[in-house]
């Protein structure tokens, strides 16, 4: 019976469900007929086949050819599927052996002379093989994304003649000649360190917290105070992702079209797009749905500079996706999730004229409709506010002593991370509500103590318990056992948008 089948995998956001490819050749007139949810980028396919099969030196079969795509109710779009297709038909006319079919995945796309072309967003599937232990053969120009994988049954084919003859046994194909000896060895590149920043230590303090218990900070001061600065240098206080981890990034990335370089594969992902992105641009969407900002900052850091610029329906969509890790994406067609758990790091101006002292052309009714384009919920998911003040006068003249380097804050930073994982498994930031009367080690007068704080300064509950996160992560950093009265007292200091609101309430 002339009937062939062929494995691959289709793309579905950061999952590669197997989908088979059914070929059957029957008598009638010469047709080709594709079925099976295609869209029109696949449905082109059969041109390129037939094309590529001519050109390559093979027999295309003149009988009537129907093509298959199981499972049917899987929408099914791009040039990924035109080499498995085409191994079909080379199976089903008996031009290569069925046998060497067997548990082997192909993934490609044709060119019409019968090269194997280049395919976006293949890391999912080569991850998905690995764990199938199934063979892969895919384009040679996907090699990089191989690499960082490191699975030794995946082949390179360049052209139908070769891969044929691969799979005649006649001729190898190229496999992967290193494992994950490089993801070590690579040089480190130089980032920039936290000692050239002037001043700002209650800022400076306020970032290795944050970095500590990967919690969320806002920043607070005129401009030309160094807040864009700090937070470009919030990179070299985090600590490296290990393999599985980079594994996720590297898959988001490659389903947005964006290859992650060999050398940047165990770096966290910085993020900061411009203050005119819209919502779809930052958390994701689109007619055939792809990760948005903050799932490319998944494992690192969104910053977003001049975040009082950004429109407030944008930034309300944030809200679930930092409470949950994730984004989930309905369309139509399919339901797709993405991975987003990221540290938001955020600045903005105290007044739409810069300055909330000294002359100042805002109105106390103007700087709090300016503060209104932060809804109270968005606030109220940082878990630390500071003020980020000019510097007094001659601070930028006299000589003083440097500060601590990053490469020395970053050592506690780790220290501290290492404490938080191996006691409760997460970080300080992820605790739940259960973990944090099991860890914090406070006593009833200090949660009393607390709890007067939040009704005085009328702070949720949500606050609550992210104040109590923050002084779990201060008392970290000491690697004190226990949280005292004092990291909760340094805790309700880093509240500076809460004393913002109260100052400009009082002045009316």
Not at 255 to 279: M, Y
Not at 352 to 357: K, L, M, R, V
Not at 404 to 413: F, G, L, Y
Not at 417 to 442: H, P, T
Request: glycine share 6%; charged share 20%; hydrophobic share 40%.
């Amino acid at each position: 019976m002339a009937i062939a089948c062929v494995h691959t995998r289709a793309s579905c956001g950061v999952e590669a469900p197997e989908v088979t490819v059914e070929v059957h050749l029957s008598n009638g007139l010469p047709a080709f007929n594709l079925v099976g949810l295609p869209e029109a980028s696949v449905k082109e396919a059969r041109e390129r086949v037939r094309s590529a099969l001519i050109n390559a030196g093979f027999e295309f079969p003149m009988r009537r050819i129907t093509v298959n795509l199981a499972p049917a109710d899987l929408p099914k779009q791009g040039g990924r599927y035109d080499l498995p297709i085409a191994i079909g038909i080379l199976a089903a006319s008996e031009q290569i052996p069925a046998t060497s079919l067997k548990d082997t995945e192909f993934v490609g796309e044709l060119a019409l002379s019968g090269q194997i072309r280049y395919c976006q967003g293949l890391l999912p599937a080569i991850i998905a093989a690995k764990r199938q232990n199934n063979q892969l053969i895919l384009p040679l120009e996907n090699r990089h994304d191989a690499e960082l994988v490191g699975y030794p049954k995946v082949y390179f084919g360049s052209h139908l003649q070769s891969l044929a003859a691969f799979l005649h046994g006649q001729a190898p194909l190229p496999m992967l000649e290193q494992q994950l000896e490089w993801i070590s060895n690579e040089p480190v590149e130089s980032t920039p360190c936290l000692s050239e920043v002037i001043g700002q230590y209650q800022a400076k303090q306020a970032l290795e917290i944050a970095a500590a218990g990967n919690h969320n900070l806002l920043m607070l001061g005129p401009p030309g105070t160094g807040k864009t600065m700090l937070a470009s240098r919030m990179m070299a206080l985090l600590p490296a992702l290990n393999y599985e981890e980079a594994l996720e990034v590297a898959a988001i990335h490659s389903v947005a079209g964006i290859n992650i370089k060999p050398q940047d594969f165990l770096k966290r992902p910085f993020r900061a797009p411009h203050h005119t992105c819209s919502s779809i641009s930052l958390v994701g969407g689109g007619s055939i749905p792809k990760p948005g900002e903050i799932s490319l900052a998944h494992r690192g850091v969104l910053f977003l500079d001049e975040v009082a610029e950004f429109p407030r329906k944008v930034l309300d969509c944030l809200r679930e996706p930092m409470e949950t890790g994730e984004v989930v994406i309905s369309r139509a067609a399919a339901k797709l999730t993405f991975l987003s758990r990221f540290q938001l790091i955020a600045a903005m101006n105290p007044s739409p004229s810069g300055d909330i002292d000294g002359p100042n052309r805002a109105t106390p009714d103007q700087i709090q409709r300016y503060l209104a384009r932060l809804s109270g919920p968005f606030i109220d998911r940082f878990d630390l506010t500071i003020e980020v003040p000019k510097l007094p006068a001659g601070t930028l003249t006299q000589q003083s002593a440097q500060g601590e380097t990053s490469h020395q804050i970053a050592k506690r930073v780790k220290c501290a991370r290492d404490i938080q994982l191996a006691r409760a498994g997460v970080l300080n930031s992820e605790l739940s509500g259960k973990q944090l009367k099991q860890f914090s080690g406070l006593t009833d007068t200090d949660l009393s103590f607390l709890e007067q704080s939040v009704v005085k300064l009328g702070l949720s509950v949500r606050s609550f318990h992210r104040i109590q996160r923050v002084a779990r992560t201060i008392a970290d950093l000491e690697q004190a056992p226990n949280t005292e009265r004092r990291h909760l007292a340094q805790a309700l200091g880093y509240r500076a948008m809460d004393k913002l609101l109260a100052r400009l309430s009082q002045q009316y």
